[in-house]
């Protein structure tokens, strides 16, 4: 029987990290469902959905990813995952993108989780930037709980205006039509 577990790896940024954790979890016979990862201000974050067999604990996945020999600590949480391991469960028609760019102002990361909040939008992802002065956003959202598109796309188009950003809100499948982002 295999059980999942749900992990959560934060260091300072250096080549191999993610070479270090799969490594532990391959030795451990850790099937990889899913991963995410970023780096953010010199900072490397992941999370993992691994199955494993019923012998493996938490504990024991976290003292190994964290007793990696580096010249960066490891920061370790391991967590039993209650449900399926199904990554692509998400994609759908209800899948929109917004993406927000003006001005930086302090709140708006905020304003605009609690907008989402206010409308019943699950936040999938989220990344910002700055640059130059100039805040960009960019959400991936799912509206399956949402009772009114239009009501949204009004929400939306007000918040723009009250905090003084260029707000769009498009399905999934426009934007990729339309914009130059390769993977």
């Known amino acids: 029987m295999e059980k999942q577990m749900v992990i959560s790896v934060m ?15 391959y030795e451990l016979n850790g099937n990889l469902a899913d991963l995410k990862q970023s780096v953010l201000c010199g900072y490397f974050t ?13 504990g024991e996945i976290a003292e190994k990813i964290s007793s990696v020999e580096s010249e960066t600590r490891l920061e370790v949480v391991v967590k039993d995952f209650v449900g399926t391991l199904d990554s692509g469960s998400v994609i759908g028609s209800n899948i929109y993108v917004i993406t927000a760019q003006g001005a930086n102002k302090n709140g708006l990361v905020a304003r605009m989780g609690r907008l989402c909040f206010a409308y019943g939008i699950n936040i999938l992802d989220f990344d910002t930037a700055v640059s130059d002065g100039l805040y960009s956003m960019i959400l991936h959202v ?9 009501d949204i796309y009004m929400a939306v188009e007000d918040f723009g205006r ?6 769009v809100m498009q399905h999934i499948d426009i934007f990729k ?3 130059d982002i390769s993977l």
């Open 11 to 25: 260091s300072k940024d250096r080549p191999g990290i993610i070479a270090d954790v799969t490594g532990v979890i």
């Open 46 to 58: 992941m999370i993992l959905m691994v199955s494993f067999g019923d012998d493996i604990t938490a």
């Open 142 to 150: 799912d509206l399956a709980g949402v009772a009114s598109l239009d």
């Open 162 to 167: 009250e905090v003084e950003l260029n707000v």
């Open 177 to 179: 039509a339309t914009s």
